[in-house]
């Protein structure tokens, strides 16, 4: 049965270069039909290898598995532009939830707006439930992780987390990973420790978006709204969560996820330069 720390150690493997399935065999102690499988499905759910035959069909077939890098994400001209648009910004003021919501069937979306002082006042139940359905991966756009530290009554958000990788959650997220935020990055990180699963990955990126991708099925998405000061325009804080069950759109944005999680810098390696300059 393929488990989620079997998948990272196939992904860290085929990422130093593309790996032919006998080498992974090798690698993972298994037999070459056991591997065969694995790789088809990381590629079929994950999304995150991809495999290609060369002369298939004779007796010299050869499988080649390797890290993908997916250039092109999107599959319309309406889903380029808003790529173009993520991947061109750096904070979250610069690009808008909406743009996306707005574009996705409408039967699969729904949008809650709270107007609070903070986030710790939002449903952070309702954010809860829809954790805690994740079944095999969890993709996080973060800014710096804050959101981990909210809690309200029995309500833990680090708590949810933690039992996700309780139950063999895979987590990949990307944030900023500075001397802000660094201590949310290792409170995350601890967890890998803690049960010997090794199921979080952390890379520093900065990015617009601020969304939880649930096995490339769901996207739960969320924008904030600063007052203006200006008249007749918005006079208090709002925030906007989206939720969009459609499974084109959350393989889009998971798509652009895995772009810019191949071409970040990995946490621990990021922390030990910044831990460096404060010595």
């Not at 079944?135 to 809690?151: H, V």
């Not at 989206?242 to 990995?266: H, Q, R």
Request: aromatic content about 8%; glycine content about 4%; charged content about 40%.
């Amino acid at each position: 049965m393929l488990d989620n720390k079997t998948v990272q150690k196939i992904e860290k493997f085929v990422s130093v270069e593309p790996r032919s399935i006998n080498e992974i065999s090798d690698h993972l102690k298994k037999n070459w039909r056991t591997v065969d499988r694995y790789l088809r499905e990381i590629e079929e759910e994950y999304k995150t290898i991809s495999l290609k035959t060369f002369r298939g069909g004779t007796r010299g077939a050869l499988k080649i598995a390797y890290l993908s890098n997916p250039d092109r994400a999107s599959s319309t001209k309406i889903q380029e532009e808003l790529e173009n648009e993520i991947l061109r910004q750096k904070r979250k003021d610069e690009f808008s939830a909406f743009d996306i919501f707005q574009h996705a069937p409408e039967k699969s979306k729904k949008a809650i707006i709270e107007d609070e002082i903070s986030e710790e006042g939002t449903n952070l139940k309702e954010l809860i439930e829809i954790l805690k359905n994740t079944k095999k991966e969890l993709k996080l756009f973060s800014g710096n992780l804050s959101w981990i530290n909210l809690k309200k009554g029995k309500i833990d958000l680090f708590k949810t987390l933690e039992d996700l990788v309780k139950k063999g959650v895979k987590i990949k997220v990307l944030c900023r990973v500075d001397l802000e935020g660094i201590e949310n990055i290792k409170k995350v990180l601890s967890l890998n420790y803690k049960y010997s699963k090794d199921l979080i990955e952390i890379r520093h990126r900065e990015h617009p978006i601020r969304a939880f991708v649930i096995d490339n099925d769901s996207i739960r998405l969320k924008e904030i709204r600063e007052p203006t000061g200006k008249i007749k325009e918005l006079d208090k804080k709002i925030f906007i969560f989206y939720t969009i069950k459609d499974k084109e759109w959350a393989e889009w944005l998971s798509k652009i996820f895995i772009k810019l999680f191949n071409t970040s810098v990995g946490a621990e390696k990021r922390i030990k330069e910044l831990e460096g300059l404060i010595k």
